[in-house]
């Protein structure tokens, strides 16, 4: 050792970007927990972002659930059963540490993050880990070929493969969460049918506020297990942790992760939000109540049965849903349809940025490579954060009244297909 | 094939579990606020007199929504930190 390889400085970039992604799904996910709460006013923007990270944080470092076999779900014989890199994939092509991996990990974090930042710029809710195994496939499908993909799961008693873990939880997650929030709302309006406005009003905040606190709970010990996972991975593929004991997730890794992931939910993904608690319907404080109730219910149950699915789909799917429940209330579905089209191309564009990553990378010496593909990430970022500024969405301007914003629909616009 | 079948065992499961949690705990709430309404009387209660019994009701309900959010809560953070959680009787119990 005492030298610097190229895969220690690689790996410094893996950790780096993957860190990076932590912060995107930071703030592509606040809105899944307190978008309601800010949209009926129960919560200011300024305090629901700041209770949504510190959760975020706390749920982060407690959680020790292990997330080390991240790819194996959606890619074989990249990772083996226990964790570990299968050797055919550490070592680059002249021999040296695992670059090859590492390089193929950097492309499926860089995919994941601009998809991330590009629905953010749309305000479009999408799943942050679907994206990131969008990623992670497309550039095993550019490094190795179609045939390392796990399409359809080995598994006869699991959801596994993309299939599984992917595209039936996409489907399934929203109906429930719609079909559990509906059923909700409609009970609360007819116990509560005599009652005054202004008081029902009041009083629903505060249930809102509790049930929003467990979904930004529940968000923290589930999401930032996942960069966990990614970058304990690049740790073993550049050989710097000892693989002969049991491997555990390194201390600083979870630290960071849990800090990156919660600094990114205080940041606010302002124009997400703004989609999720006003774009979609209308909503006051008992449909609101109803809604995160019907996330936080739907979330633990299924992370309970082993049935893991998306909290951004949970999510939308239960603020439709309370929507519905009320008697006369107006879903805008064209907000909700282009939504569910964010949601079905996920994983493919990912997956075609992580792709192309990897094959811009392979174009040159690896170290080169990485350093490319980072340079253009970083490109990408600025880009999609200068066009942002062009109609900014911040705490000031997340409660307005959707059609009131001339830009909103001007954004709308911005999406492909979304003319009828 | 075993993906569709696996999922719709799971997908009708979480679907009772969440109705129980996510419409049970709603109308749990909105019997505690209207009872607090009932006490209150009033614009509250379309113009009905306060009826202090109310207050009662509202009380019952609350205790029985926050039992069931420190069991969520006790189940989150227990399962999250690496404990197994299971019942014994009404008592939740947790083994690593």
Do not use: C
Not at chain 1, 48 to 60: P, S
Not at chain 1, 343 to 367: C, K, Q
């Amino acid at each position: 050792m005492g030298r610097v390889t190229t895969a220690t400085v690689i790996l410094v970039m893996v950790v780096v970007t993957a860190l990076a992604f932590d912060f995107t799904n930071g703030f592509h996910d606040t809105g899944n927990a307190m978008a309601a709460s800010i949209a009926t006013g129960a919560l200011s923007p300024k305090t629901a972002v700041t209770l949504a990270a510190t959760l975020d944080l706390v749920g982060a470092l407690i959680s020790v659930k292990v997330a080390l076999t991240i790819t194996n779900a959606v890619i074989d014989g990249i990772q083996m059963k226990n964790g570990l890199p299968n050797p055919q994939f550490i070592g680059s092509d002249n021999g040296k540490q695992g670059t090859l991996l590492l390089m193929v990990v950097l492309a499926g974090l860089v995919g994941g993050i601009v998809w991330n930042l590009l629905t953010w710029l749309l305000g479009l809710p999408s799943s942050s880990s679907h994206a990131l195994l969008g990623g992670l496939v497309g550039a095993t499908i550019a490094g190795f070929g179609f045939s390392q993909v796990n399409w359809l799961g080995h598994s006869t008693d699991k959801l596994d493969g993309v299939v599984g873990k992917v595209l039936i939880p996409s489907l399934i997650s929203p109906v429930i969460a719609f079909i559990v929030a509906a059923v909700g709302t409609r009970i609360v309006f007819t116990l509560t049918r005599k009652m005054g406005e202004k008081f029902r009003e009041s009083r629903f905040r505060y249930g809102q506020v509790g049930a929003a606190s467990m979904v930004a709970l529940a968000h923290g010990t589930n999401d930032a297990q996942k960069t966990m996972g990614v970058i304990t991975l690049a740790l073993i593929a550049a050989g710097q942790i000892d693989v002969s004991q049991e491997i555990s997730i390194p201390l600083w890794v979870k630290i960071g992760a849990a800090v990156a992931i919660a600094m990114g939910t205080y940041l606010g993904g302002w124009r997400i939000m703004r989609t999720l608690g006003k774009g979609i319907v209308d909503i006051n404080a008992p449909q609101g109540f109803a809604g995160d109730t019907s996330t936080a219910s739907v979330i633990l149950a299924s992370s309970g049965l082993g049935f893991a699915l998306s909290t951004t789909h949970v999510a939308s799917g239960s603020i439709m849903g309370a929507g519905v429940g009320r008697k006369g209330a107006e879903v805008r579905w064209s907000v909700a349809g282009r939504m569910a089209s964010a949601w079905a191309i996920t994983f493919p564009a990912a997956g075609l940025v992580g792709a192309i990553m990897f094959l811009i990378s392979r174009l040159m010496p690896e170290l080169l490579g990485a350093v490319v593909v980072v340079a253009i990430l970083i490109g990408v970022s600025l880009y999609i954060w200068f066009r942002s500024r062009k109609d900014p969405v911040d705490k000031h301007s997340v409660g307005k009244d959707w059609n009131a914003e001339p830009d909103a629909a001007h954004v709308a616009d911005a999406i492909p297909h979304a003319h009828h | 094939m075993n993906n569709l079948i696996v999922a719709m065992d799971g997908a009708w499961k979480v679907l009772v579990a969440g109705l129980l949690l996510g419409a049970g705990i709603p109308t749990l709430f909105a019997l505690a606020v209207n009872g607090l309404a009932t006490a209150e009387g009033g614009e509250a209660a379309a113009g009905a007199a306060p009826r202090p019994v109310g207050k009662l009701v509202a009380l019952v309900f609350f205790i029985i929504i926050l039992t069931l959010v420190v069991y969520g809560l006790a189940w989150l953070i227990f399962t999250s930190l690496g404990f197994k959680v299971g019942f014994n009787g009404p008592f939740p119990t947790f083994s690593k």
